[in-house]
């Protein structure tokens, strides 16, 4: 079962499979694994005392950085994200990232993202859409079009939390959304970066 793999000189943390999104870009739609790591389907979600034995076994080498980011969001497991984000803390100088679709007040109404300050250093948030509708068609959310807005506030409300605050796009959608995806960012005072459509296992960092 893999829990860690690494990645661009980078440690990932794979602690959940599970998703409320079936975006139309997801890589776990063509693949089984990132790269030559062993598949990131897991046998079931790791406890807390598996995933830090596995970080501690792991060889973590030269590795500056963690990111929050396997087969799944991350946020499914919330509560999980910060207790491992505080052992890694306790254990080691790296910084921590976590990659999200910034659902997370959908996922768990009662969960207080404040939990996040001072263990993540930094949020990736996939914002994949310049508007409500056509992020519904790309994200494809569990929660439907309400989802935008949810995710919008998730990350004016992160940029008071955490250090660093970034949005994503993938490049499937038109030239022109993109463009209005950057302006919609920049309004927010929020970087925006492009991702490219992958179809095989290089991932998307």
Partial sequence: MT??????GKLYINITNGCPCKCVFCIRDNADSIKDNDSLWLEHEPS??????????????????AVFCGYGEPC???DMIVRVAEYIKQHSDMRIRLNTNGLVKLIHRDFDINSFRGVIDSVSISLNAPDACRYNEVTRPS????SFDVMLKFAEDMKQIVPTVGFTVVD?????????CH??????????RVRHYVTDNESYT
Wanted: no cysteine.
């Fill in 76 to 78: 499914v497991r919330a």
């Fill in 143 to 146: 929660f439907g079009e309400k």
């Fill in 183 to 192: 302006a919609l960012a920049d309004s927010m005072g929020i970087p925006l």
């Fill in 3 to 8: 829990i860690f793999y690494k990645f661009e």
């Fill in 48 to 65: 807390f005392e598996e995933i830090t034995a596995a970080f501690d076994v792991f060889d973590k080498s030269g590795m500056t950085d």
């Fill in 172 to 180: 499937i959608i038109s030239e022109e959304e993109i463009q209005r």
